[in-house]
Every structure is written in C-alpha cells, then in structure tokens.
C-alpha cells in the first residue's frame, strides 16, 4: 500500500474536476501527468495501471495517480463505468510512504497557540475504499455539479475539495463501527432498488435488523433516515436522466421509483428549488 504524505497547512489546491463515463469497451489513455489526479468511481470498474503497477478500481473506491508517473488503462470496461475525477497540486513537497497513521496523535505535529497554527502531516492512501459512499458522493458532486456555480463557486470548490481530503484521512485511521457497517448494508440495499417501491420493512427483513435500530444508525452515522436518504438518492438519479435524457418527467419519476410525476414534481421542487423541467433547461444552457 502506498500512502501520499504532505504537510498541512497548506492544503493541496483544487484545480479543476468533473464526472465521466467510460463506455462499455473504452479505456483511460496513457499519459504522464504534471499534476495529481484522483479517479472515484460510482459503478462498474476502471483498470488503470500506474508506474506498471496494475488496478482494478471498483464501485466505493479510488485512486489518487500521481505526477510523474506513467499511466494508462490496461484494459477495457466490461460496462459502463461512471467516473469522478479531479486534478490537484500540492503547495509544498510530498513523500511516498509504504505505512500509514495510525491515530490521530500521528497525524498532528505541532499544537498550535495565539500566533502560531497548529500544524499536520498527512498520510492519504493513494488507492482506497470509501467507508462513508454517499458523504463522499456528495462531496464530489458539490465539487463539480453544473447548478452549484455562482460567481464564488471556484472558492467553495477549495472548501469542498479540503473537506474531502480531511475525510479521506480521518478514514484511513478508523475501522467501522457496528452501526456504520449497518448504514453501508442499508445504504447498499435502497440504491440497488431505488426504482422499485420501497418500505421500511423490505430492507428489515432483508438486513435481519428491526426497523427502529436501522433508523438510529442512519441518523447516528448520516444525520437522515432511510426514507430521507432514498428521496435525496432518487433526485440525484433524477437530475442525472434530466441532464442527460430526453425522457417525459412522468417516465423519469417512474424510473426513479415514484409513479405519481404530481408528486415527484413536488418533491423535486422542495429539494432543488426548481421543478424539473426548470432543472432541465439549466442545466441545458449551461452544456
């Protein structure tokens, strides 16, 4: 395992980032890049070889290549593979390390007082598993959605690009706890199923848990409950076939799971501030 070390402050700097799609028989091109570049992907899977070191980067996972080595995709996806990506520097030096930290003691170096900073020395896993999926998503789509840019959104993209380097590091010192690993198995279940109706029940009896534990974890761990956090994951699907197909919104409340376009419409309006159709024609003018 290779770990990219750096100290901190300053952050590594945010250069620019976006999602992709790696159609089914497509691979990454071969490059020696000047800058970092980190690779998450969605779904399906990405192999990437850098300095001739191969992996398969699957759905939770990512992979942060870095300058000066060689990389390219060894072979071709076997299905469609969605991808984030961003491009970042470092203000400072950086080191390759083969361990990690181990705690938090390890990762802060100097206490900071009245005139000084307290001061860190970083250790993030150049390829790594995501334990916190849908914080982590959520994180790259503030980074890159095209509805989240106003005149200060290179700024909050620093602020979330921070953010997102803070998480992977505080990961990388813990083990899940039990109520964690009870969000991922319920997290896993309601997007593999989003398009179907679902009750609390369903996913009770498929995870052996009783309905009132798998709510405390949800919120202990995310802040939401089961069903807030399948309407947040039906409205991202939704402004992902709004951007990207041209389908009725009654065909597309219908893939997302909801049936009633009335009352997907309503919902949609309540989160995103805007009807669909007005989300469409954003996001249209700004391709």
């Known amino acids: ?22 159609k089914k028989g497509t691979k990454h091109f071969k490059r020696v890049f000047t800058v970092f570049d980190m690779l998450y992907v969605q ?52 080191s ?3 361990k990690g930290n181990e705690n938090w003691a390890e990762v802060q170096t100097v206490d900071g007082d009245f005139v000084e900073p307290s001061k860190f020395h970083f250790k993030i896993p150049a390829f790594g598993e995501c ?5 982590v998503e959520k994180l790259f789509d503030n980074l890159v959605s095209m509805n989240h840019q106003t005149p200060d959104y290179p700024l909050r993209q620093q602020i979330y690009f921070e953010e997102l380097i803070l998480h992977l590091q505080k990961e990388s010192l813990q083990i899940p706890s039990a109520a964690e690993k009870v ?8 997007r593999k199923n989003y398009m179907e109706e679902i009750k609390m029940e369903d996913f009770a009896r498929e995870l052996h848990f009783h309905p009132d534990y ?3 974890c949800m919120q202990k761990t995310m802040g939401l409950t089961p069903i ?12 992902r076939l709004l951007s990207t197909a041209d389908h009725k919104i009654s065909s597309i409340a219908k893939e997302v799971g909801i049936p009633d376009a009335a009352y997907f419409t309503k919902i949609f309006k309540r989160l995103e501030g805007v009807s669909p159709l007005e989300y469409r024609k954003i996001v249209s003018r700004k391709k």
């Not at 969000?183 to 309601?190: G, I, N, S």
Request: proline share 6%.
């Open 131 to 135: 334990i916190h999926i849908d914080f």
């Open 96 to 98: 390759l390390y083969d």
């Open 183 to 190: 969000v991922e198995e319920t997290l896993r279940f309601l």
């Open 228 to 239: 807030q956090y399948l309407t947040h994951y039906r409205m991202e699907q939704a402004k």
């Open 1 to 22: 395992m290779t770990y990219i070390g750096f100290d901190i402050p300053p952050f590594p700097t945010f250069i620019t980032g976006g999602d992709a799609i790696f």
């Open 214 to 216: 798998i709510t405390r």
């Open 43 to 94: 779904s399906g899977e990405l192999y990437i070889t850098e300095n001739e070191q191969p992996f398969i980067i699957k759905e939770g996972q990512y992979l942060i290549l870095i300058p000066g080595f060689e990389h390219y995709g060894h072979k071709a996806c076997r299905e469609d593979t969605r991808v984030y990506w961003t491009h970042f520097k470092m203000e400072g030096p950086f």
